[in-house]
């Protein structure tokens, strides 16, 4: 199975929201038409 990540996409730290907040973003972002949200491993907590 391929994933599609499409043309557009956000790179944003998460570690300042909570899960639910972090979720509302995503789905925010997504309803925005980004595909993508990447957030980094080597800083603050792990995804």
Do not use: C, H, N
């Not at 790179?11 to 925005?32: H, V």
Request: charge should be negative.
């Amino acid at each position: 199975m391929a994933i599609e990540l499409g043309k557009l996409g956000v790179w944003s730290f998460s570690d300042g929201m909570t899960a639910i907040e972090a979720a509302g973003f995503a789905q925010k972002l997504e309803s925005w038409g980004y595909s993508a949200l990447w957030i980094p491993e080597a800083v603050g907590r792990g995804p």
